[in-house]
């Protein structure tokens, strides 16, 4: 079979670039539900829902084109962890299916609001959690047996997956948090301030703690992050995370900034997923099966490539239209303005 290196790199760039960018779209919708519970107000659950209204159904474009993509140019990962992850892959989408009714149906019905603002949270919440799941399932390594999965179905529930589970809950929390200091004002923006400052510190407590336990997962991990020559190229990453972190709270507090704190926490994201790159590549399976051990035929890689690469320009020109066209502050009586 023949297989191109540069097209097996140029595609796992492409599925990152693709869930990264879902991370940052769907990462503030989902926190937007996970802050609802410590938003008890009507009017303002009402404003914060009405701030990602616009925008929130077009995100899970991302995570279709992720696990597409992964399907079309890796078919043997596809194969592999698709079994490995049936169980947090299927809650996620259930999730996202209770947390997307949730949210159309709780402007229809005065009786039951309540209840879908609940279902709101739950799907938010358990939608985070899953995805931070199945990071964790994949950092720790997957069974594999030949060209299939050899473990069983519990396999990705550790301690290791849970922790990363929350920790996903509370970065989309803080990305939810900054993103309502950006659209709101008054109160619910302070209140906003405060969470995402607590957030803030549980999101960053996390990457440290996550970052501790990853070398001693697979030697490999080990090699990249504090042996040499590897720890030269990791370095960058954990200071740059401490400056951004510092950056970030002193938006939040001192400053007082708008726009900054949450284009902060995203590059924040951005420096979590430059970790998980230096911990994984070339590996698609670590440290089982590469990019390029899974990668499909030549052939079949440049035909959807070329198709992908038409797609995704028009994907990323129409979603930022909507976040230009909606890009000011949510007003709570007449939306925006």
Not at 86 to 113: K, N, Q
């Amino acid at each position: 079979m023949e297989v191109s290196i540069a097209l097996s790199i140029a595609w796992a760039a492409l599925l990152v670039l693709a869930v990264f960018i879902y991370v940052v779209l769907d990462g503030f919708d989902l926190g937007i539900g996970i802050l609802f519970g410590l938003v008890p107000e009507r009017k303002n659950r009402d404003v914060m829902m009405n701030s990602v209204a616009p925008v929130w159904d077009g995100n899970e474009t991302w995570l279709v084109l992720g696990g597409g993509g992964l399907f079309a140019a890796f078919p043997l990962a596809y194969a592999i962890l698709m079994p490995a992850l049936y169980a947090p892959v299927i809650a996620m989408l259930l999730a996202l299916v209770f947390r997307g009714v949730a949210f159309e149906f709780r402007w229809r019905t005065e009786r039951w609001l309540k209840w879908w603002d609940r279902a709101f949270i739950i799907g938010s919440t358990m939608a985070a959690f899953s995805q931070g799941v199945i990071l964790g399932a994949l950092l720790q390594g997957v069974a594999v047996d030949g060209r299939a999965y050899g473990g069983g179905w519990w396999d990705w529930l550790s301690p290791f997956s849970f922790l990363t589970g929350i920790a996903v809950v509370a970065g989309y929390a803080l990305l939810g948090a900054t993103w309502l200091v950006m659209k709101t004002e008054g109160p619910l923006q302070e209140k906003a301030r405060k969470l995402a400052w607590g957030f803030g510190v549980a999101t960053v407590a996390f990457i440290v703690i996550v970052s501790l336990f990853t070398p001693w997962l697979e030697a490999t991990y080990h090699e990249r992050w504090l042996s040499t020559p590897g720890i030269f190229l990791a370095a960058p990453v954990p200071i740059a995370v401490a400056i951004i972190t510092l950056a970030m709270f002193r938006s939040l507090t001192i400053h007082k900034h708008e726009y900054r704190p949450f284009i902060l926490s995203l590059v924040l994201f951005a420096l979590c997923f430059a970790g998980l790159g230096i911990s994984m590549y070339p590996y698609i399976i670590p440290t089982e099966v590469t990019i390029f051990e899974a990668a499909a035929p030549f052939n079949s890689q440049i035909f959807m490539f070329v198709g992908a690469v038409i797609l995704i320009p028009i994907i990323l020109a129409y979603t930022a239209l909507a976040y230009w066209v909606f890009r000011g502050k949510i007003d709570p009586e007449e939306g925006y303005h």
